[in-house]
């Protein structure tokens, strides 16, 4: 059975403040337009609400995380999949990144359209940690769920209805799906770009010993001397 859904309140005042910037390793977000059968479109868009699922995943064997998020308008859905630069210990820190890409996405997309937001997660840990940082006025636990935070302050401010509700894990709802799919994907998609990360320094590290070595030798080349000349 689903928790209560969470809503975050606050007074309605205009904000001109940009979104924050996460101090922590999420890399670009790479947005997909998906394609599905109008069969298997969304019936449950109501209008002036912008409904986004999230999820997100970790690879226990090196700790690579990823997250994702989906939403449908006019009964077109798009994902974005985020990756995560370094390893994580606990996959609320995916949960989390995800809920914050998906405020990100609604300070985009809801001016002059929607007025209510409803985020689905499937991680109690991590809607926990967000509504402990609410409930502390923003003393967060940690970094993420600080700029969640801050997030959710500033459509607040502008007027909108944020609410956080939990949905079982892999529920059969089709934006719990893709949210689901496109986060194995992030994770898989963080590993290779730490790989090629890897590759890439390996390959400079290697190109500086070369040039430090091509100089050494250069400058003990025979015939060239460091004193001056002696004269007769």
Not at 69 to 85: N, V
Not at 164 to 178: A, D, E, P, T
């Amino acid at each position: 059975m689903n928790q209560a859904p969470t809503a975050v309140s606050g007074r309605s005042t205009r904000s001109r403040n940009a979104p924050p910037k996460v101090p922590i390793d999420l890399e670009t977000p790479i947005h997909y337009i998906i394609q599905y059968p109008r069969t298997l479109a969304p019936q449950t868009e109501v209008q002036g609400e912008l409904t986004i699922f999230c999820d997100g995943s970790r690879i226990p064997r090196d700790a690579s995380g990823g997250a994702a998020i989906a939403y449908s308008i006019d009964g077109k859905w798009s994902g974005k999949i985020i990756t995560i630069r370094r390893g994580i210990s606990d996959i609320s820190v995916a949960e989390a990144a995800a809920i914050y890409e998906a405020l990100k996405t609604a300070v985009e997309l809801m001016p002059g359209k929607y007025r209510q937001l409803t985020i689905y997660s499937d991680s109690q840990q991590a809607l926990h940690m967000i509504k402990r940082t609410r409930d502390l006025k923003g003393r967060a636990q940690s970094a993420l769920t600080l700029e969640i935070f801050k997030l959710e302050q500033q459509l607040v401010k502008q007027g909108k209805e944020v609410t956080h509700s939990w949905v079982k894990g892999h529920h059969l709802s089709l934006g719990n799906r893709i949210a689901d799919n496109l986060a194995g994907r992030a994770s898989q998609l963080s590993i290779q770009r730490r790989q090629a990360r890897a590759v890439g320094q390996e390959v400079r590290r290697r190109q500086a010993e070369a040039g430090e070595e091509a100089a050494r030798q250069q400058h003990q080349a025979p015939g060239r001397s460091d004193r001056g000349d002696s004269g007769d």
